[in-house]
């Protein structure tokens, strides 16, 4: 039987950096992934990196993060482009918030910058001017290509640190022994080592349902959209609007944030949780969504498979409020992830194993960071 120091059940994001940061400090490490490849939220997103929407240990986490991929794109193409971030404010009183966000950076030495309505409309051109009141732009930022960056990341510790990847290996079975701990498989393969770590995302039904079914964890369900390459159309960057200074975090933790109203006009894209994003990708291709809808974690199904058209028309009507190019959809999908009130899920089974998910959308932006946090902190190893 094949013996670790570590194994980590879950190679999305989450789980690939916990294996890239103890591999990284010297520890022999073993990546197990159920299915033949991730097809969770790690591939299912964005691929924004902005630790700007963060608030609190997260943001620290987020800038962290970035200087972690910028580490790891000077070795290998994790597909990411240091294209920056620019928050669009549609009225006064998201442009008061950003004002605001801009003075909380400068005080943190983050680098941010505002923008006048006519510095937007020459930055991104495509943007409809009735729309445009003014920016707030970070360029630090990154973007990646969700549907590659964890493929490039597994295969570049694979070859580097010698971490044992075996996709396509359902773990049923985890329990501490003598030694540490030890995993089973569905096909009986057992492995040993003296940690385990699961980061599952929001499957709760294999290991620790009842540990899972107590942790006060919901999905959530977003839906998203890809449209279609427009000829001679360059959105520079990560694009986010007005109702993302309205929803994301860190606007939240801005003075004014409780007495902003909620503009009625509003009303039914916030009732499901909608802010526009706009991401293109190396193709041309356009990303633009996305929707909220929750479900307790052990009831996820309640939320369907399929995608509302009524939700993607609602997107795709504020849409075409703020950007000229035509939107044609190409494909659309959902994407599962799973969060919790308390900002992540971190339990310890026994002092062998221990289960971290529920990092909500956070796992992008700020998952790197936090995961060589809890590498040292478990495992007392630095890199």
């Known amino acids: ?26 520890q022999r ?36 993060s970035l200087e972690i991929y910028r580490d790891i794109q000077n070795q290998t193409d994790l597909t990411v482009r240091a294209n920056g971030s620019v928050y669009i404010a549609s009225d006064t009183d998201e442009w008061k918030l950003a004002n605001e966000l801009h003075d909380r950076y400068n005080h943190l030495g983050y680098a941010s910058e505002l923008l006048s309505k006519a510095q937007c409309l020459t930055k991104y051109p495509t943007l ?24 490039r990341l597994i295969a570049f510790i694979q070859k580097k640190y010698a971490v044992d990847y075996r996709p396509g290996s359902a773990v049923i079975d985890c329990q501490s022994n003598y030694s540490g701990a030890i995993v089973s498989l569905t096909n009986r393969q057992r492995f040993q080592a003296g940690r385990v770590i699961i980061c599952s995302g929001h499957e709760v039904r294999l290991l620790f349902p009842e540990v899972l ?10 839906q998203m959209l890809l449209v279609k390459p427009v000829s001679g159309i360059t959105l520079p960057g990560n694009i986010l609007t007005g109702l993302s200074i309205r929803r994301y975090e860190s606007f ?10 909620k503009p009625e006009h509003l009303a039914e894209l916030q009732r499901w949780g909608i802010h526009i994003l706009f991401k293109q990708a190396i193709d041309g291709s356009f990303i633009v969504g996305d929707s909220h809808e929750y479900a307790d974690a052990t009831k996820a199904e309640d939320l369907g498979y399929h995608t509302q058209d009524y939700i993607n028309d609602l997107m795709l009507a504020e849409a075409r409020r703020i950007v000229t190019f035509p939107l044609a959809v190409e494909k659309t999908w959902a994407g599962f992830y799973s969060q919790t009130k308390a900002e992540i899920f971190e339990h310890d089974v026994d002092e062998n194993i221990r289960i971290v998910t529920g990092i909500g959308g956070k796992g992008m ?12 902190q478990w495992l007392g190893v630095t890199a």
């Open 252 to 261: 939240q933790a801005c003075p004014s944030f409780s007495t902003i109203p």
């Open 213 to 222: 079914a107590d942790a006060d964890l919901v999905v959530s369900k977003l």
């Open 29 to 64: 490490v073993l990546l197990l992934e159920k299915d033949q490849y991730p097809i969770g939220a790690t591939v299912r997103n964005f691929g924004q990196v902005v630790p700007s929407g963060l608030a609190g240990r997260w943001f620290d986490y987020g800038r962290r």
């Open 1 to 26: 039987m094949a013996t670790y120091d570590l194994i980590v059940i879950g190679a999305g994001a989450l789980g690939t950096f916990h294996a890239y940061h103890a591999a990284k400090a010297g």
């Open 128 to 151: 409809q001017a009735d729309y445009v009141v003014g920016g707030l732009y970070f360029p630090d930022e990154l973007s990646v290509e969700p549907e590659q960056m964890v493929h």
């Open 365 to 376: 932006s700020s998952g790197a960071g936090y995961a060589e946090a809890s590498i040292r």
